[in-house]
């Protein structure tokens, strides 16, 4: 892009819309900046919570399902020593050698099911306090994101109260300012705006180079830009070249 024709445009009077927008967008770009990396911070760590929060909310579900577990499995083994009692009631009453066996057989397998039962209820209460830890380490974590988060929103509000009035202000002026813009004037400036990192779009000529990438630009060039008949661009970097003094 070398030039923006245009037969109906007044180009000095685009040319000053121009450089009144670019000053607007600054002003408004410097205050985001003041932001410095807190807005992405804040989210960053909401994001965090909501992680650790699901972690939080998957421990408890496994801490209830273990106690439930744990509580089945006492219930069994509290009917078992009830069963196992009625088999010794019955041990006293026997008549014969094959009853005695058969009792005996009984007994011995109920036992052996409460053995396992109470094995299983002692490798859950090991699960169930590796969870609890696991829970209490979460919840460590995520007062100390909130408490963070806080902190950083905190920053982040006061710069943005602060600015507020002159937000409101810039980006209201901006607003007039755009509509009287030329369209396809406006389509170049906004590509050239999201182009570029440091969001500059119109620049001066400083010792005659540009003021955006500080490549020189070359004599006729420097004359069309005092004479205005056209908007000039820097044909490195396509930047608007603009005269300020000649305003
Ligand atoms: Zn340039």
Known sequence: MTTTKSIEVNIPKSIAQLIA???????????EMMKGTL????EELKKELNNLKAKKHNFEAEINGINEFIVT?????KDGDAILKKYEKQSDNIKN??????INKQKSDKESEIKLTQREIVDAEVALQAKIRGL???????AEKESLLKHKEEELNGIIKENEKDIIGYTEAKSDCVKKIDKTILDSYTKIRNAYQNKLVVVNTNRESCGGCFCS?????LIE?????????????GRILVNEDDE
């Open 21 to 31: 927008l670019q000053k607007l967008d600054t002003k408004i770009d410097d205050i």
């Open 39 to 42: 807005p992405q911070m804040v």
């Open 73 to 77: 499995k006492k219930t069994l083994v």
């Open 97 to 102: 050698n094959r009853e005695f066996e058969s």
């Open 136 to 142: 209490e380490s979460v919840n460590k974590i995520i």
């Open 217 to 221: 630009i070359p004599p006729q060039k």
């Open 225 to 237: 830009i005092r004479k205005q008949k056209k908007i000039v661009s820097c044909e490195y970097c």
